[in-house]
């Protein structure tokens, strides 16, 4: 399923963005969907996921109590709310999509992803 991020933009330490992931020509809801970024020079970490329901949700402990993880079946949308951001949190942020059980958390659970969207975030 053809997944499409937006919302990355640049912004200063304290601020906000938040991201979307929309599908085109399919629907989400029975999709696990997540989000992972990379930074210059690192490998890509998990950020945030959300169970196909919306149940269920796992967070980064970099990121918890910060960043929240929604979606709206309705709309085939899922989004990152990106609150108090820090330089650190300065990435590509990838979304992406899993009809398979299993740990949220786990890149490898993920078949499905958007080409990624970039966030800058100054001190």
């Known amino acids: 399923v053809p997944l499409v991020e937006s919302g990355g933009g640049k912004v200063q330490g304290g601020g906000s963005l938040r991201l979307s992931c929309a599908a085109s020509?399919?629907?989400?809801?029975?999709?696990?969907m997540a989000w992972f970024r990379q930074a210059p020079g690192k490998e890509r970490d998990f950020v945030a996921a959300?169970?196909?329901?919306?149940?269920?949700?796992v967070y980064a402990d970099s990121v918890k109590g910060r960043f929240t993880i929604s979606r709206d079946n309705a709309k085939n949308t899922v989004f990152l709310q990106m609150n108090s951001l820090k330089p650190e949190d300065t990435a590509v942020y990838y979304c992406?999509?899993?009809?398979?059980?299993?740990?949220?958390?786990?890149?490898?659970?993920?078949?499905?992803w958007g080409k990624g969207t970039q966030v800058t975030v100054s001190s």
């Open positions: 959300i169970s196909w329901s919306g149940g269920s949700t």
């Open positions: 020509g399919r629907t989400l809801s029975s999709y696990a």
């Open positions: 992406a999509g899993s009809v398979y059980p299993g740990s949220l958390n786990r890149e490898s659970l993920y078949g499905y």
